[in-house]
C-alpha cells in the first residue's frame, strides 16, 4: 500500500501515511517486511573452493589414521601430516576442530605459568653429533620391582642414539647409552673418537661421578650439565623421556627388566623411523639424519 502512487499527487503514499490511517506503529510494519525478505532470501553458504571431503568423512580417515599409528596421544598435527601423506589435503583448524567434536583429541595437562628462567637460550644444534642429551627415568617391573631406564638423545635430529634399562641405576650403567651411540654414530669405541661431540646431562650422581666424567672425556666429549634446577635445560632428553612414557612405559606392563629392556631397544627403532618431529616439517628423525648424510 505505501507504495502505491496517489492519482491526485502523482506520488506514493508511504509508509508514515499508511501507518497513520491505519493506526498501527511504523516499527511493526517494517518488522514484518523485515521477516518476509529473510524468508525469500537464500542462505549464504561458506565461500571459497568446495572440500574433496566432508566433514564425517574426515572423521572416518582421521579415526583410521590414530587406529594405524603405532603411538598414543599424538595431536591433530600429527594426524593432519598422516593425511597430507595419504593424499588427503585440508587444514590443521579443521582437523583439530573434528577432533575436538569428536572426542578424538588426548587429554593434555594444564599449563604451568614459570618464573624466571636461567636457562634463556637454544639447545638445538644446526646439525647431527654436536649435542647429545641423556637422562633417566624409572619403571616399575611385576616381578623384579624398580628399574631404570637411561636414554641418550641427539639434539638435532631428537634421535635416539642410545637406550638401556638395568635393576641398578648407577653411574655404570648410565654410560651405556653413550656407549650405543659412539659405537653406531662414530664406527668404533676408542680414546678421542667422538671429540667435537658435547654431551648435557643434568647434576645428578651418575652424571657428576668421576667414573662418568673420566669415560666421557676418554672418548673426547665434552661434558656440558644443565643449570641447577633448571630442566629446561636439558630439554631434549626431557621431552624425549615424556615421549616414551606416553608411548610406552606407562600403557605396557614389564614382569623382568630384561623384559623391559628388550620392548625399550624395539620401541627405539620405531620410533626413530616413524615418530614425526613437528620442526623438522612432519619427519622421522632416522629422515633428518638421512638428509644431512647424503649432503654430507
Not at 11 to 37: D, F, I, N
Not at 120 to 146: Q, S, Y
Request: hydrophobic share 35%; charged share 30%; net charge positive.
Amino acid at each position: 500500500m505505501s507504495n502505491t502512487v496517489s492519482p491526485s499527487a502523482d506520488r506514493r503514499y508511504g509508509m508514515r501515511r499508511v501507518c497513520e490511517e491505519w493506526g498501527a506503529p511504523r516499527a511493526t510494519m517494517y518488522r514484518h517486511k523485515r521477516s518476509l525478505q529473510n524468508a525469500t532470501t537464500p542462505v549464504v553458504k561458506k565461500r571459497g573452493p568446495k572440500t574433496k571431503h566432508s566433514d564425517a568423512e574426515l572423521v572416518i580417515e582421521i579415526r583410521a589414521a590414530i587406529e594405524s599409528s603405532p603411538f598414543v596421544g599424538e595431536g591433530h598435527r600429527k594426524v593432519w601430516a598422516q593425511l597430507r601423506a595419504k593424499g588427503i589435503t585440508t587444514s590443521k583448524k579443521r582437523v583439530l576442530r573434528l577432533m575436538r567434536e569428536n572426542n578424538l583429541l588426548a587429554p593434555g595437562r594444564p599449563r604451568r605459568v614459570l618464573g624466571p628462567r636461567a636457562h634463556d637460550g637454544t639447545i638445538v644444534t644446526d646439525k647431527p653429533n654436536v649435542m647429545w642429551g641423556t637422562d633417566a627415568t624409572t619403571v616399575l617391573t611385576l616381578d623384579e620391582g624398580n628399574a631404570t631406564v637411561f636414554i641418550a638423545v641427539d639434539h638435532c635430529t631428537t634421535e635416539c642414539v642410545g637406550i638401556h634399562a638395568a635393576k641398578r641405576g648407577d653411574r655404570f650403567e648410565a654410560l651405556e647409552p653413550i656407549r650405543q651411540g659412539v659405537r653406531d654414530h662414530f664406527g668404533v669405541y676408542d680414546a678421542g673418537v667422538a671429540k667435537g661431540l658435547a654431551l648435557r646431562h643434568d647434576n645428578g650422581t651418575q652424571y657428576t661421578s668421576d667414573d662418568f666424567q673420566d669415560e666421557i672425556d676418554f672418548l673426547g666429549i665434552e661434558s656440558s650439565p644443565s643449570f641447577v634446577r633448571s630442566p629446561e635445560g636439558n630439554g631434549c632428553a626431557e621431552r624425549f623421556i615424556r615421549t616414551l612414557k606416553e608411548q610406552l612405559l606407562w600403557v605396557q606392563a614389564f614382569r623382568t627388566v630384561e623384559e623391559l629392556r628388550a620392548a625399550l631397544m624395539e620401541w627405539a627403532v620405531t620410533y626413530n623411523e616413524r615418530w614425526l618431529v613437528e620442526r623438522h616439517g612432519h619427519r622421522s628423525p632416522r629422515a633428518i639424519r638421512r638428509q644431512f648424510e647424503e649432503a654430507a
